[in-house]
């Protein structure tokens, strides 16, 4: 059964950093895209950041480019998402999630399998 | 980039209606266009993608339609756990761009 697990959100001041992760599990990992959505408080789903199986690449959203990088851990099986320099429009519940087939070396964002979420709330 | 526009944003209809969700994107996304479900305080979930086909699991009262540009989600008879927002997504760029969302309430 596949799993996406996040953790390591919290309250962080403005300004501030976090590092955000997603242990997977049910699946191979390495041969799979991984991305990141978020979801502020009483908004829709905002796609945030992806990563295919071998890191070769990554892409960001406009709102979050120079200031997150999301990276994996292929031995791990670990998403994560650090968060620098954040701002009170980055509260959100993070979300992440996997493709739809295996293949390492690709990237398509279809959301196929969701993670639970973790909530980032920036505020002093 | 793409946008991604779903029309109602609310609608509201009776237990055994037929239900239509619209969603249009600025440019053509071929098929590469998913439906997904979210109930309040719960992960979205994957109903559909390919435009059309059904994930598993996914009750067949669902179903898509759709190319291009523009795209139908169908709820063909509504039930009481049909009640959530409804969000379209393109995967055909980078980014995955969803819709504004669409909220369905039972009457």
């Known amino acids: 059964e596949v799993q996406l697990l996040e953790s390591g959100g919290g309250l962080v001041q403005p300004g501030g950093s976090l590092r955000l992760s997603c242990a997977a599990s049910g699946f191979t990992f390495s041969n799979y895209a991984m991305f990141w959505v978020r979801q502020a408080p009483g908004e829709g789903l905002e796609w945030v950041s992806g990563?295919?199986?071998?890191?070769?690449?990554?892409y960001y959203a406009d709102s979050v480019k120079g200031r997150f990088t999301i990276s994996r851990d292929n031995s791990k099986n670990t998403l994560y998402l650090h968060m620098n320099s954040l701002r009170a429009e980055d509260t959100a519940v993070y979300f992440c999630a996997r493709r739809d087939y295996s293949d390492p070396s690709t990237y398509s964002p279809l959301f196929y399998y969701w993670g639970q979420g973790t909530l980032v709330t920036v505020s002093s | 980039d793409v946008q991604m526009t779903q029309s109602p944003s609310t609608l509201s209809a009776s237990v055994g209606d037929r239900v239509t969700i619209t969603c249009r994107a600025s440019q053509t996304v071929t098929t590469s266009l998913a439906w997904h479900q979210q109930k309040p305080g719960k992960a979205p979930k994957l109903l559909i993608y390919k435009a059309s086909i059904l994930q598993s699991g996914v009750p067949s009262r669902f179903s898509g339609s759709g190319s291009g540009t523009e795209f139908t989600l169908t709820i063909s008879s509504l039930q009481p756990d049909d009640s959530a927002t409804y969000y379209c997504?393109?995967?055909?760029?980078?980014?995955?761009?969803f819709g504004q969302g669409t909220k369905v309430e039972i009457k």
């Open positions: 997504q393109q995967y055909e760029t980078y980014s995955g761009t």
């Open positions: 990563i295919p199986g071998t890191s070769a690449y990554t």
